[in-house]
């Protein structure tokens, strides 16, 4: 069964890229916002990964972020950050709540993939480390 992310991006093309990039080995479910991600996460099962934007409109990250950690169920989800932001690094090492990684936008899909595979403990070319 494959391992269900809840991808949070609000600018289309980055969220098309994404859903490219990671449909084939894992489920993912894509949310415009912060808001539109925690109406899915009232109605679905807990996803095993979020990724998300910092910089969003209704819900941005900093308060997604703030929801997830606050609630008792869905604190453990593990969370990787893409942003766009130059100050990102000192903005998260400020929140009192961490996040699993956080990844520069552009970010290097590679990157990427290696980083849900350390979190899910998969190597890049799916055999469990």
């Not at 099962?45 to 972020?65: A, C, E, R, Y």
């Not at 950690?69 to 766009?84: E, H, M, Q, T």
């Not at 932001?85 to 956080?102: A, F, G, H, T």
Request: with cysteine.
């Amino acid at each position: 069964m494959k391992k269900k992310i809840l991808l949070i991006e609000d600018e289309p093309t980055i969220q098309r890229l994404l859903y490219f990039i990671l449909s084939k080995e894992f489920d993912v479910q894509v949310a415009a916002n912060g808001f539109e991600a925690f109406l899915w996460l009232e109605q679905h099962t807990i996803p095993d990964l979020i990724i998300m934007d910092w910089v969003m409109p209704q819900m941005d990250g900093k308060s997604f972020l703030k929801c997830i950690k606050i609630s008792g169920l869905y604190s453990d989800i593990p969370v990787i950050v893409l942003s766009a932001s130059e100050n990102i690094i000192e903005e998260l090492d400020r929140q009192p709540y961490s996040v699993n990684k956080c990844l520069r936008k552009p970010f290097d899909p590679l990157v990427l993939k290696e980083t849900i595979g350390n979190i899910f403990n998969i190597s890049t070319y799916g055999f469990v480390n």
